[in-house]
């Protein structure tokens, strides 16, 4: 391997990043129209940081790839297990943002349950002068709450309900060893909470988890909270179920075509919706970028990762 082996980089970095990973590498950035690129220089880059996951085209144009460092801990927009069949270790950002992402899912049950906007709203536009006080919201304390999804960052969101008084439960496909009730079954659980936090990884094997039983399940005063990825929420079966009342409300974070959200979930009232921001903050960005270097520097000293995916663990061990 040559001293600067060369890296490319798809989207854009912060200067502290760029600045790392010119120390270690040959950094070139993967232009917008890739394939003649690849086609001609494909072979000389032995590694990846990505903002934005990797495609299986841009995988396939590089045959000597030997890591992938990818910001963010859900990695669905990356083929992890055909990286790790050719011998590809994958890196993640897991841990240093479970207080962020978990901070923002809380946000949004404050914001839905006590109806922090249209309070505002009301507020801002004279309407407390001219129709009098804003109508009572609902109470997030001694509330029952469902987890799905009981791992990192679901931990950290149980552990903040707590300071609520919250009984919280979950599913999970393995139980944990958590002091919380397990349910076998999402919708058995959705029907004895009050709100329900998603937090699982998205890809196939979570699609449309939370589907019409989920939310009828949920009920017309429950909540949902969706701070994983939009694919796991079924979002045609969530805008009917939100417009028949079937479900009380929801607060969004995550959708399933981002940067597109449905015209009918911004009409709506009862749901709080943001972009795809858990964890985003200066502090936490910069944590996460600090570690995709950590991951590249490792691998460039010992060939080994700090945080690789669970589907690379065994190359990392060699
Ligand atoms: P994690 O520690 O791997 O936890 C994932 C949990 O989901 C585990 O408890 C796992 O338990 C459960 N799970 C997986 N597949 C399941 C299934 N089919 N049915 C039920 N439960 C399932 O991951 P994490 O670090 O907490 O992160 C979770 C996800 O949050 C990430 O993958 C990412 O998609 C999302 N995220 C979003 C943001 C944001 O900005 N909104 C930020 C960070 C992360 P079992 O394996 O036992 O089922
Ligand atoms: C980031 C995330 O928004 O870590 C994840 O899985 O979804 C978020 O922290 C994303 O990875 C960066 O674009």
Same mark, same amino acid.
């Given at each position: 391997m040559p001293e600067r082996p060369a890296l490319l980089q798809?989207?854009?970095v912060s200067e502290r990043m760029a600045e790392r990973l010119a120390a270690g590498f040959d950094v070139v950035q993967l232009p917008p129209d890739h394939e003649a690129f690849l086609a001609e220089r494909g072979s000389e880059f032995a590694a990846i940081a990505t903002m934005r996951g990797v495609s299986d085209d841009v995988m396939a144009g590089l045959p000597n790839l030997k890591v992938i460092a990818s910001f963010g801990v859900g990695y669905d927009?990356?083929?992890?297990?055909?990286?790790?069949s050719s011998g590809i270790l994958v890196a993640h950002t897991p /841990?240093? @943002?479970?207080? %962020?992402?978990?901070d923002t899912a809380i946000m949004l049950w404050l914001a839905v349950s006590k109806e922090l906007l249209p309070a505002e709203r009301w507020a801002r536009s004279g309407a407390w002068e001219t129709k009098g006080n804003y109508p009572l919201a609902r109470t997030i304390r001694d509330r029952k709450v469902g987890i799905l999804g009981l791992g990192r960052i679901g931990q950290t969101i149980a552990k903040m309900t707590e300071m609520f008084g919250a009984e919280v439960h979950y599913h999970s496909r393995s139980r944990k060893g958590a002091p919380y009730l397990h349910f076998d079954n999402l919708a058995d659980m959705a029907r004895k909470v009050d709100v329900l936090f998603v937090i699982t990884p998205g890809g196939e094997g979570t699609r449309h988890l939370v589907n019409a039983e989920v939310m /009828?399940? @949920?009920?017309? %005063?429950?909540?949902?909270?969706?701070?994983a990825r939009g694919s796991v929420v079924d979002e045609a079966a969530l805008v009917e179920a939100l417009k028949d009342g079937r479900l009380g409300a929801a607060g969004l974070d995550v959708f399933e075509d981002e940067p597109r959200i449905p015209e009918a979930l911004k009409a709506m009232e009862n749901v709080v919706l943001l972009p795809h921001i858990g964890s985003a903050t200066v502090e936490t960005r910069q944590a996460m970028g600090?570690?995709?270097?950590?991951?590249?520097?490792?691998?460039?000293?010992?060939?080994?990762v700090v945080t690789p995916v669970p589907e690379c663990l065994h190359l990392n061990e060699q």
């Open positions: 798809l989207g854009r927009n990356i083929d992890a297990a055909a990286a790790a /841990d240093v @943002l479970n207080d %962020e992402v978990a /009828d399940a @949920l009920g017309p %005063e429950g909540i949902l909270i969706n701070v600090d570690l995709v270097c950590d991951n590249l520097d490792a691998w460039l000293a010992d060939g080994k």
